[in-house]
């Protein structure tokens, strides 16, 4: 009998999870907003229900007598996956785990609590919260939401103005309305893709990104694997695995974020789930060979296997946004062709990047070396 797996969300970034259970003969049911759900066609049943209505969900989970339940590069998705997983007596993280998977404050006051070092923050719910008055402020500062990704609501400040502003801009964003203001730490920025099984953890690559830059660092590039030295590369693993057992996740994806300093390795973030912009979905892969998309599909359905490296290669992707606009002309005039995997333009048009959703276009590579376009 055919197994049958839910997943939570079917936008892009969530088609090449369908695509791959399909591919591997998985019954699928989706759920999302009907709106800009582009991978329903590709699901055996859809339902229109925002992945925040855990209960409905749990409802129709429950009628579909289904055996898994996952989600990629989405994580307001992720408490819901651990609360149909947890009522349902399926794998999953459990859903304290995904609280603080999920809040940024909850996740560094783990982080701290467990010895791992990561920037100075604090919560702020308003924005004349009394709290500001009372911190030591040294600016720049980071304030962002305490529940989003994808770069929403984040801003780099350099005075008091400017930070009450910023505090307004990511409170409305927010979806539990609270906002972490923290420290700015200098650096080269990576992330670190790891899938689990029963609490151990396998470290398949770490990605090097460069970003924007001020105010809002929106990420423009990703490159697989990273060219920092062992040494680091190592350390960074180290800190990985201390970060995943004290935030619990003990299966499934997961993508944790880091910044090197000349201060030390700073953590910031940990995703229980597949880095998005093609990470997880397509760059572990083109520079592994290892199968990311089935290994998840695999441990929601409690039959992973050890992951096995296939091959060494360097892999990317290039953005096209009105801070990079030399990629819609690489895309354009079909440059680079030899290392291309797949390119698009999905906006004529070019506006202020405040967001990684106002990037408008995408370049995909595999070669035996970085590409470097400059």
Known sequence: MKKKIAILGASYLQLPLYLKAKEMGVETIGFAWAEGAIARDQCDRFYPISTLEKDKIFKVCKQEKIDGIVTIASDISVPTVSYVARNMGLIGNSINSAILCTNKFKMRQAFE???LKCPHFFKVVKNDDP???RQTLSFPLIVKPVDR???KGVNKVFNFEKLISAIG???SESICKQAIIEEFIEGIEVSVEVISFKGKHYILTITDKITSGNPHYVELEHHQPSLLSNEIQNDIANETIKSLDALSIKYGASH???IISKKGIYI???????GGDFIGSDLVYLSTGYDFLKGVIEVALN???YPVKQWVKHSGVFFYSIESPEIGEIIKKNKFENVKIKSEITREYLQPLLQSADRAGYFLYQSDSKLILK
């Open 113 to 115: 609590k467990n010895g």
């Open 169 to 171: 801009t990511s409170l």
């Open 303 to 305: 039959r992973f296997e």
């Open 131 to 133: 709290k500001i008055k």
């Open 256 to 258: 944790a974020e880091f």
């Open 268 to 274: 910031t973030e940990v995703g229980a789930r597949m």
């Open 149 to 151: 990704s994808g770069s």
